[in-house]
């Protein structure tokens, strides 16, 4: 079991920054990937960003890319999404995710790829 805490989300004006942060504890020796996704009002669980370990590669969403930087330390087991330009419709809960079984090497973007979740972090952008 491994468990993961995010902290960082908060209210932010369009246009400022956020730097979210996500540690985990627990059985993390078998990390192969984490990543990020939000459910806004309304909306589905979509995907923000991921950190393949293994390749030390970076994915993001299409409404993210260029404004969102996700980076980490494997040996830490902690993640950061660094949140730039930031839009009300980034508002959100965010949630970080941990993918021990290795779907995440090869699909990363996936909500199925990982089997681990935090309990997710308000992140709200006032326009």
């Known amino acids: 079991q491994v468990q993961l805490v995010e902290s960082g989300g908060g209210l932010v004006q369009a246009g400022g920054s956020l730097r979210l942060s996500c540690a985990a504890s627990?059985?993390?020796?078998?990390?192969?990937?984490m990543g990020w996704f939000r459910q806004g009002p309304g909306k589905e669980r979509e995907f923000v960003a991921a950190i393949v370990w293994s390749r030390s590669s970076t994915y993001y969403g299409f409404s993210v890319k260029g404004r969102f930087t996700i980076s980490g330390d494997n040996a830490k087991s902690t993640v950061y999404l660094q949140m730039n330009s930031l839009r009300p419709e980034d508002t959100a809960v965010y949630y970080c995710?941990?993918?021990?079984?290795?779907?995440?090497?090869?699909?990363?973007?996936?909500?199925?790829?990982?089997?681990?979740w935090g309990q997710g972090t308000q992140v709200t952008v006032s326009s």
């Open positions: 627990g059985r993390t020796s078998r990390n192969y990937a």
């Open positions: 995710a941990a993918d021990r079984q290795g779907y995440g090497v090869s699909t990363p973007t996936l909500i199925g790829s990982y089997a681990d």
